[in-house]
């Protein structure tokens, strides 16, 4: 390939060189995926049945549990193509568009969505008084079109700069799915520093972001620590702790892929990493949330033991 080429189509890290491996990667990846189409799907499905769900703490998550599948969606479905069929090649458009969706849910699950539904907890322990009043339908259904346009935007932005650099270093990418910090592995050296300043910008929000986080869950546990009752503390800590678990699970993976020492970095980290925060994460989403709310365990229950056995018919 010339200097300042666009290629035909890309490489991708094979999980294995064997056939035996590669339909076990192929089952192992069907599984996860599985998993997460049932569990998101069961969420989704109960939060838009059960009218006692219609809250904005359920109207979040039912938006995660889309984001959720949207990611996971994006990258495994050719992951697991490529390991049966025994192929690592995917298209320029197909690369494209892979990057295009997975920073589009990606950024909202966490530069958004997550910081919004802490929000909801922080105006739900921390002003209980003026929640119904702060958190309506309207202003629900506003921040989230604007958390879905906002990373449209800021996803065509990233994608456009990403794949208007010239590769220069072949087209073999270093990871199951195109990430872009693999694809700016190719480019040349000049124009890496352009697509550099974007992601020092994205550094900058996701690190506004935690910092939102962190103070207002320093808010939230002074409130709960000042609430008199044990079953209050309890009711406060169990609508908190599943999103605080999501949130630590998604930063931990995202932020130790992209920020971890150059001595630290080897395709099989890389590669675990990237299945972490990409795979894993959107199907153990669902069962974090159900663990602790009785609420949503119930909507679920009632759904598999009553939509299913009468024709799929949903409970009011």
């Not at 049932?38 to 059960?50: F, P, S, W, Y």
């Not at 800021?154 to 199951?176: E, K, R, W």
């Not at 199907?283 to 229950?301: F, G, H, T």
């Amino acid at each position: 390939m010339s200097n300042s080429s666009f290629p035909t189509e890309f490489l991708l890290l094979p999980f294995a060189h064997t056939c035996e491996v590669q339909l076990l990667h192929f089952g192992l990846f069907l599984g996860i995926y599985l998993a997460a189409l049932l569990g998101n799907g069961l969420i989704l499905t109960a939060v838009a049945c059960n009218h006692r769900l219609h809250t904005p703490m359920y109207f979040f998550l039912l938006n995660l549990a889309l984001l959720d599948l949207g990611t996971i969606t994006t990258t495994v479905p050719k992951a697991m193509a490529n390991s049966l069929w025994d192929t690592r090649a995917i298209s320029f458009i197909g690369c494209a568009t892979q990057v295009f969706m997975f920073v589009t849910f990606v950024t909202a699950e966490f530069f958004s969505l997550l910081t919004i539904m802490d929000y909801d907890r922080y105006v739900a322990i921390c002003k209980p008084l003026h929640y119904g009043t702060i958190m309506t339908s309207r202003t629900c259904v506003n921040m989230t079109t604007a958390t879905w346009g906002s990373t449209f935007l800021y996803a065509v932005l990233h994608t456009a700069n990403t794949f208007s650099l010239p590769l220069c270093q072949g087209n073999a990418l270093d990871q199951f799915f195109c990430e872009i910090p693999q694809i700016l592995k190719l480019s040349c050296s000049d124009a890496y520093i352009k697509e550099a300043r974007l992601i020092v910008v994205s550094a900058c929000l996701l690190f506004g972001c935690f910092v939102f986080l962190v103070l207002s869950y320093v808010q939230i546990f002074r409130a709960v620590l000042r609430i008199s009752s044990m079953q209050g503390r309890h009711k406060a800590f169990s609508t908190c702790l599943p999103h605080l678990a999501v949130v630590s699970l998604f930063i931990s993976t995202a932020i130790f892929s992209y920020l971890k020492p150059p001595s630290m970095s080897s395709s099989s980290l890389n590669l675990l990493l990237a299945v972490l925060y990409s795979v894993v994460t959107p199907a153990v989403n669902p069962l974090i949330y159900s663990m602790r709310n009785r609420e949503l365990k119930d909507a679920v229950w009632k759904l598999t033991n009553g939509c299913f056995s009468e024709g799929i018919i949903c409970p009011s």
